[in-house]
C-alpha cells in the first residue's frame, strides 16, 4: 500500500493513529456501564466458572503480590503505563517502515475495541480486586482514582474482557506479521502471555478475562484477514485482466482502418 511521504502526510497519519488510541482509551469511560451491583454479580458468575473448574486462583496470587510492596507497586505501574505505548509504537513502526501491513493491523484494533467495549456494555464486570477476598493492591498506590466511583481516565468496572491483553495481542501480532523468521519474531509472542500475567497476579482481571480478549482479536484478525485477502484478490485480478484488454484492443482493426481494405479487396 503506497502511503505518502510528505511531512503534512506523517503528520496527519500518526495524529489520525494517536486519535484511534486515544478514542480506544475513553470510549469504555463513557460507553461501559458504572452498575456497581451487576458487575460484582457478574465477577462472582466468572468466580464461580472458575472454581468449578478448580482454577479460582486469584486471590491467592493476589495475596502473595500484596506481601511484597515493591512487586505491587511495579506491577500496577506497568498496568498503567506500559500497554498503550507499545500498541502506540508498533502501529507508527509499521507506519514508516512497513505500511503493507498497517492496513491489517489498524482493522484489527477496531475490531477487536469494538468487541471489547461491546463486552464492557453488555457485561459490565468488577475486577478480583474489588471483592472482599482479594487483596486490592492498586487502591494503595492510586487511591480512589482506582475505586468503582473514581475519577480515573479507565472505567474500572470494564473487567470483561481484558483491554490490556487485547492491545498486547495485536501488537504482537501486528510486529510478527511485519517481520521475517527471527528470534525477535519468536519473542514477540512472549510479550502478551506477560501482559496476561500481570493484568492476573495484579488481580486486575480474571484469566476468563483474558482468554475473553484473545477470542476478540481472534475474531477481528480473522475479519481483518478475510477482508485483506477479498482486497488483494480485487487488486491481481486487475492485474491480471489490464494485459489482456490492451492486447485485444490491440489486435481488433477499427472500423476506419477496415473500412479501405474491404474497398481495395473489391476493386
Same mark, same amino acid.
Given at each position: 500500500m503506497p502511503v505518502a511521504r510528505t511531512p503534512g502526510a506523517i503528520l496527519v497519519n500518526l495524529l489520525a493513529l494517536t486519535a484511534l488510541l486515544v478514542l480506544a482509551e475513553l470510549l469504555p469511560r463513557v460507553a461501559g456501564s458504572h452498575d456497581l451491583q451487576a458487575a460484582l454479580a457478574n465477577a462472582r458468575a466468572i468466580t464461580g466458572l472458575e472454581a468449578s473448574l478448580g482454577l479460582y486462583v486469584e486471590p491467592q496470587l493476589a495475596g502473595w503480590v500484596a506481601e511484597r510492596p515493591w512487586l505491587a507497586r511495579g506491577l500496577n505501574v506497568l498496568y498503567v503505563g506500559l500497554h498503550v505505548p507499545v500498541l502506540a509504537g508498533v502501529l507508527v513502526w509499521l507506519y514508516l517502515r512497513h505500511p503493507r501491513h498497517l492496513r491489517w493491523a489498524r482493522a484489527t484494533f477496531a475490531g477487536t475495541m469494538a468487541l471489547t467495549i461491546a463486552g464492557y456494555v453488555l457485561l459490565p464486570t468488577a475486577p478480583p480486586r474489588f471483592l472482599p477476598e482479594v487483596r486490592d493492591t492498586a487502591?494503595?498506590?492510586? /487511591?480512589?482514582?482506582?475505586?468503582?466511583? /473514581?475519577?480515573?481516565?479507565?472505567?474500572?468496572?470494564?473487567?470483561?474482557?481484558? /483491554?490490556?491483553?487485547?492491545?498486547?495481542?495485536?501488537?504482537?501480532?501486528?510486529?510478527?506479521?511485519?517481520?521475517?523468521?527471527?528470534?525477535?519474531?519468536?519473542?514477540?509472542?512472549?510479550?502478551?502471555?506477560?501482559?496476561?500475567?500481570?493484568?492476573?497476579?495484579?488481580?486486575?482481571?480474571?484469566?476468563?478475562?483474558?482468554?475473553?480478549?484473545?477470542?476478540?482479536?481472534?475474531?477481528?484478525?480473522?475479519?481483518?484477514?478475510?477482508?485483506?485477502?477479498?482486497?488483494?484478490?480485487r487488486s491481481t485480478l486487475g492485474a491480471w485482466s489490464e494485459p489482456r484488454r490492451a492486447a485485444s484492443a490491440s489486435s481488433t482493426p477499427s472500423s476506419a482502418t477496415a473500412a479501405p481494405a474491404s474497398g481495395v479487396a473489391a476493386r
Open positions: 487502591f494503595l498506590l492510586f /487511591g480512589d482514582s482506582a475505586t468503582p466511583a /473514581g475519577s480515573g481516565a479507565v472505567n474500572t468496572l470494564a473487567a470483561f474482557p481484558s /483491554g490490556h491483553v487485547a492491545f498486547a495481542v495485536v501488537a504482537a501480532l501486528g510486529a510478527r506479521r511485519a517481520m521475517g523468521p527471527s528470534r525477535r519474531r519468536t519473542a514477540w509472542l512472549l510479550y502478551p502471555l506477560a501482559i496476561f500475567v500481570l493484568v492476573v497476579v495484579s488481580a486486575h482481571h480474571f484469566w476468563v478475562d483474558g482468554l475473553a480478549a484473545v477470542a476478540a482479536v481472534g475474531v477481528a484478525s480473522a475479519v481483518a484477514s478475510g477482508l485483506e485477502a477479498r482486497r488483494e484478490g
